[in-house]
């Protein structure tokens, strides 16, 4: 009698932990079918200058909610980053996070600082590789510069996003500040640098990104 006892406490506890097993199991699976969605942006995404949780990336975090998705978001935005710093640190964020779709949001600053063009086409398109190759759908996010650039240089500087897309069949967003940079009185909508926007135009930034974003969430 006492055998047999030992045998059903024994039996009992490798079925408990087997339970365990399955149910962790079950767990991670969940957690692993969840969309990740990983931004990669500068000042332009990382909320510069507005309250926490205004910017258009934690709109997007809400849009998803409103509509009982499981998508995540990651927002791995900095402030003043480049291509070159973007390219950088996207093997340890691909690691990390291993998103299912990655918004890059980069070039801005490259235009600021006057780097070379065909260093940020050659950025852009190495990030997108990489992200491709581990598994992640991209969508590149596409800027332009103020005429005072120059004709030429903003056209080439507008049009290296589409070529950067096209070329590796990427989705892509024509011009995030699209009808903030180019509205009838777009000083209402920047702040006193002239350069990031308010609040008030972030939601037209998420109409932009959703526009595109919502085809490869399908």
Known sequence: MDSDIRGAVSWTRRDFIAGLGLAAFATHSWAAGEPVILVVGDSLSAEYGLKR????????????AAEKSK?????????????????????????????????????????????????TEENLSAMTQAAQKAGAQVLLVGMQVPPNYGTAYAKQFADLFEKVAKRNKAAHVPFLLKGVADAAD???LFQNDRIHPREEAQPRMLENVWAELRKLLK
């Open 186 to 188: 777009p000083t209402k």
């Open 71 to 119: 998508a995540r978001v990651v927002n791995a935005s900095i402030s003043g980053d480049t291509t070159s710093g973007g390219r950088s640190r996207l093997p340890a964020l691909l690691a990390q996070h291993k998103p299912t779709i990655m918004v890059l949001e980069l070039g801005a600053n490259d235009a600021l600082r006057g780097l070379p063009l065909a260093g």
């Open 53 to 64: 949780g205004s910017g258009w990336v934690a709109l997007l975090e809400q849009r998803l």
